[in-house]
């Protein structure tokens, strides 16, 4: 069984910078292969799917919403994805989880994290 571990949120002012990590660990073998995305989900709204990376870390999607500002990556040797936040908004304030699918679809029956919050504010 894969399980991902979400890290890195924190207070930063409107226009900084934050890196998420999600750290897998238990089945890590072929991680590099393993479609992982993230999301997030703000108290009393639906959660949302921001990015993904899929096996081939070839074709990252993104939300149009973080599109330009938020870069998906994928260190294969230290098992982790990565979320560089960039040129964040208070409206990015939230808690970001990430999970072995792009769609939340697939996630039906998915026991979800304890995430990490972000939170952006002056």
């Known amino acids: 069984q894969l399980l991902l571990v979400e890290s890195g949120g924190g207070l930063v002012q409107p226009g900084g910078s934050l890196r998420l990590s999600c750290a897998a660990s238990g089945s890590t073998e072929d991680f590099k292969y393993k479609t992982i995305g993230w999301f997030r989900q703000a108290p009393g709204k639906e959660r949302e799917e921001i990015s993904c990376?899929?096996?081939?870390?070839?074709?990252?999607y993104y939300h149009d919403k973080v599109k330009g500002r938020f870069t998906i990556s994928r260190d294969s040797a230290e098992n982790t994805v990565y979320l560089q936040m960039n040129s964040l908004r208070p409206d990015d304030t939230t808690v970001y989880y990430c999970a072995p699918a792009c769609s939340l679809v697939f996630l039906t029956h998915y026991s979800w994290g304890q995430g990490t919050k972000v939170s952006v504010s002056s």
């Open positions: 990376i899929d096996p081939g870390d070839s074709r990252p």
